[in-house]
């Protein structure tokens, strides 16, 4: 895989790292008091994991660029949080019924964003469920409290606010229709941009559709400055 300054096919660096997303003219959702990722699917019992026990395993960090699918990157993200594989090694796979083959992972967050990740991709080296970024912890429009992070996929497999993830024997059902239809793996450089069509031939189509995208998120954002002005308004007037 390159590294260096080489930028995957069909990539263009941005400034920043936006909030980007087709749904994200809502609001980020509002963080549990106690938040949890459930554990569901072929497991022999289903079951919660405060996030909070993540604090009893290695921490990593790495620093790696963002891939959006529409052809932007953000550049020399510094991500820190645990290894997925280390979570699943010692959290997930005790709880599998003997003989029992995981070929993908869905992952889910609260805002109801979904990705299945095969579980070659998502047991990489460089898979993090991330709570910090660039030495802070993850905010709204990144993902708080915790998220997905594969470098070497586009953004739509690093779910934001990660909630929940179904394990699978086989693969799922693909539900989207052919216009738009998401690559299975969503590989960078392969430029696996699109399920059915060479990832060059999509660029064009992608990119023009940075600038609208960009704009709808942009209004999830005020939404979420608003809401934040709101709590702190509530909370002098508790306990001012």
């Known amino acids: 895989m390159p590294h260096g300054n080489t930028l995957p096919p069909g990539q263009r660096r941005v400034k ?12 980020a959702p509002a963080v549990p008091a106690d938040p949890v990722i459930e554990v569901r699917g072929a497991v022999t019992g289903e079951f919660d994991l405060p996030l909070t026990s993540l ?16 052809g932007w990157t953000a550049t020399g993200l510094r991500w820190e949080g645990v290894s ?11 709880a599998l019924p003997p ?4 070929t993908h992972i869905k992952c889910r967050g609260l805002d109801g964003w979904e990705a299945a ?44 606010h990660l909630s929940r993830i179904e394990l699978l024997t086989t693969a799922p059902v693909i539900a989207e229709g052919p216009l738009i239809r998401s690559h299975p793996r969503g590989r960078v450089w392969e430029e696996e941009r699109h399920g059915l069509l060479p990832g060059r ?19 999830g954002a005020r939404e979420n400055d608003k809401s934040t002005v709101r709590r702190g308004v509530r909370d002098r007037e508790t306990h001012g």
């Open 201 to 219: 031939v999509v660029r064009p189509f992608y990119r023009a559709l940075i600038r609208p995208i960009r704009f709808l998120s942009s209004l």
């Open 99 to 102: 003989g029992t083959s995981i």
């Open 16 to 27: 920043g790292f936006p909030r980007f997303g087709t749904h994200l003219h809502r609001p």
């Open 55 to 70: 604090s009893s395993l290695p921490r990593k960090e790495i620093t790696a660029d963002f891939h959006c699918v529409a």
């Open 84 to 94: 997925f594989a280390t979570f699943y090694r010692a959290l997930v796979e005790p």
């Open 117 to 160: 990740v095969t579980i070659e991709d998502i047991l990489a080296d460089d898979v993090l469920i991330a709570e910090h970024l660039d030495g802070h912890p993850l905010d709204s429009d990144h993902g708080a409290p915790a998220r997905l992070v594969s470098p070497s996929q586009y953004g739509y497999i690093n779910v934001k």
